[in-house]
T-cell receptor, first 110, second 117 residues
């Protein structure tokens, strides 16, 4: 099956720093999404980005589908950005199942 | 605000008992919902697809007699962990599938933490 790998697995930042999270996937996909899981476990949709670039405030994402990777940029990080960031992909079949990557655990220190 | 709710948020039970977890889509009639399981510091693993009015479809390796799923209405799916054992302790998360959005979207519930003693 399709493999989804994220890097780095852990990241510690000082408040105000910028960071780039990467998601590699092993096969063509119909859909790619980025999620933030807060410390209480709630998953929040960040981006639906099967290709191209999108921006939402301090966050932006870029997916290069032909090269099978996606990047999530966090600028001017805040302590509330802490948590786990997951990318998830949908296979090129008729189901809508998401396959989640291993996640990047981010800690932003004040 | 929340668009998918789960109840209970956490539950502790004795080994051998059954536990039911409810997942409600609050503002959408969801014909398809998903159940995931997450172990500490691990990723989400899809357990099954819950289909309104029909049987759930389970991922490989997930025991359907162990994890009973019922999706009797367009707003409610339930997951029952039968004869729970300590290894069933985990964080269970549901989501609903919305195809009518500008793009397909899954909204996730807040999760249920199950501890089996």
């Amino acid at each position: 099956g399709i493999q989804v790998e994220q890097s780095p697995p852990d990241l510690i930042l000082q408040e105000g720093a910028n960071s780039t999270l990467r998601c590699n996937f092993s096969d063509s996909v119909n859909n790619l999404q980025w999620f933030h899981q807060n410390p209480w476990g709630q998953l929040i949709n960040l981006f639906y980005i099967p290709s191209g670039t999108k921006q939402n405030g301090r966050l932006s994402a870029t997916t290069v589908a032909t090269e099978r990777y996606s990047l999530l940029y966090i600028s001017s990080s805040q302590t509330t950005d802490s948590g786990v960031y997951f990318c998830a992909v949908r296979r090129m079949d008729s189901s809508y199942k998401l396959i989640f990557g291993s996640g990047t655990r981010l800690l932003v220190r004040p | 605000g929340a668009v998918v709710s789960q109840h209970p948020s956490r539950v502790i039970c004795k080994s051998g008992t059954s536990v039911k977890i409810e997942c409600r889509s609050l503002d959408f009639q969801a014909t398809t919902m998903f159940w995931y399981r997450q172990f500490p510091k691990k990723s989400l693993m899809l357990m099954a697809t819950s289909n309104e009015g029909s049987k759930a479809t389970y991922e490989q390796g997930v025991e359907k007699d162990k994890f009973l799923i019922n999706h009797a209405s367009l707003t409610l799916s339930t997951l029952t962990v039968t004869s729970a054992h300590p290894e069933d302790s985990s964080f269970y998360i549901c989501s609903d599938l919305r195809l009518a959005e500008p793009q397909e979207t899954q909204y996730f519930g807040p999760g249920t933490r199950l501890l089996v003693l």
